[in-house]
């Protein structure tokens, strides 16, 4: 008989089926792949990434693994009643539900809270067999040498770049915005043997397609010595380019950013947040500090790395001056490219926690919390203020004239520390990277943010609007005599 079939779709949108965004990613989310991996010989299996393909309601697998955080949660509801209605049983997995079990529990068969690898086994097994539960709770934070190899080839072509893994889960700091700060877990290190066997799993990827990786860490640097023993190691294997995502404090340590380097390293994805001091220390990222951007940010062009970093708006330390100062200021400290966002009250997070004491969140509708809505009042900018500070600085900094700049500084900087024909093809595999960073981030801001944020613009007026009508209702009436 036929192998029972389980697909797993990592949902990335929550514009629905009628309105569908596919990214131009260069590489694929970790966990779809890497449940793939955990999963079993008793079912067959097959990866869907939202971000690139539909989802296919005709498929003819039986079981539906649904991966997804907080945002997707109500278009993960809706998929799941869909396919539910079609006969099959839908599990839900991922990081809203390991944190929210209880708010996904009515929408789905089955429900995995927390990290699967010690128990997606038994949920295999027990979905086959009949005997499935309601709900699976892991163990708080197992053991890392449970992770298993992600399965590579299961990732769709047009990703560039498909082999996507982890050394190392959690991180040492605590910002208050954070997701990993709902409930802290402590920084745990897989073994660095695993590590290896992960980046050398390449049966069935082509050739191109083996020689570049990219760690999904929350902070791959977060025990130091780890990291540079692991950087020692990925240096004797034949990649052409490697990405990392660590904290920048990290970048103070030349050691560990010439080990980068020698471990082909060609991107780092690193947490700037803001360029003004008083925000970073309202949200206890101690770690940041301004003044220093410039240099962390050189160290990294010098040997060729690009700098790929994480950028909020709407912080409670924002001020109109700054956000006027905004555009300059980020040019100064030159990263080669920005992820920008509007801050996020995520659920469970101390800076959520803050909000909602003083009462300044407006808008709890979950599919807002993705980074492109505004959600809450900041205490010193007005709701326009960042709105027209987010298109400004995303339009000026992808404008075509800056892309131009900011490569010919990447490169240049790079080939002038040296020569050599290796120097000159690195510069072109980081000219390469650089792009389609650069090409996804502008993209990606023209197709959907901007109109999100034309559209939010109008939903806070009017909940700001319902907000003061509600309280001066509210109002005791004075009574003259």
Known sequence: MPR?????????QNLGDEQ???????????????????????????????????????TDADFIALSFMDFCAPHAYRVAARFRALGKTVIAGGRYPSTAPHQVLPHFDVVVVGEAEPIWAR????????????????????????????????????????????????????????????????????????????LTATAGLPFH??????????????????????????????????????????????????????????????????LNQ??????????????????????????????FTGMMIALDEDTPEYYQTLPQRIEEVDPSAILLSISIPIPGTPFHQEVEREGRIFDRDVSHYEGDHLVFTPRHVAPGDVFDAYERLNRSFYSWRSIALRWWRLVSTYVAR??????????????YIFLQVSLFERDHA?????????????????ALQQRRARASHALPVMHAG
């Open 209 to 274: 397609k083996r020689k570049m990786a990219m760690f999904y860490d929350n902070n791959f640097a977060g025990d130091m010595t780890y990291a540079k023993e692991l950087l020692r190691e990925i240096a004797r294997l034949d990649f052409w380019a490697v990405g990392f995502q660590f904290t920048f404090n990290c970048l103070k340590d030349d050691e560990f950013v010439d080990l980068l380097h020698q471990a082909h390293g060609a991107m780092a994805f690193i947490g700037l947040e803001s």
């Open 278 to 307: 008083p925000s970073l220390r309202a949200v206890q990222k101690r770690q940041n500090k301004v003044e220093e951007y410039r240099e962390q940010f050189t160290k990294l062009r010098e040997r060729g790395i690009m700098s």
């Open 20 to 58: 569908p965004y596919f990214a131009r990613c260069p590489a694929p989310p970790l966990s779809g792949l890497l449940l793939a991996g955990l999963t079993p010989d008793l079912v067959d299996v097959e990866v869907l990434h939202e971000m690139v393909r539909p989802i296919d309601y005709d």
């Open 446 to 462: 023209r197709q959907k943010v901007y109109q999100v944020s034309r559209r939010n613009r109008a939903e806070v007026a009017d």
């Open 418 to 431: 040296g020569r050599g024909w290796m120097r000159f093809i690195r510069s072109i595999l980081v000219s």
């Open 123 to 198: 949920v295999i097994e027990d979905l086959v067999t009949g005997k499935a539960k309601k709900l699976y709770q892991a163990p708080f934070a197992p053991s890392l040498e449970l992770v298993g190899t992600p399965r590579y080839d299961l990732a769709e072509p047009v990703f560039t770049a498909p082999m996507v893994l982890e050394a190392t889960r959690g991180c040492p700091f605590r910002c208050t915005y954070c997701q990993l700060n709902i409930r802290t877990t402590p920084h745990r290190c897989r073994p660095i043997e695993q590590v290896i066997r992960d």
């Open 4 to 12: 029972p079939k389980l697909q797993i779709i990592v949902l990335f």
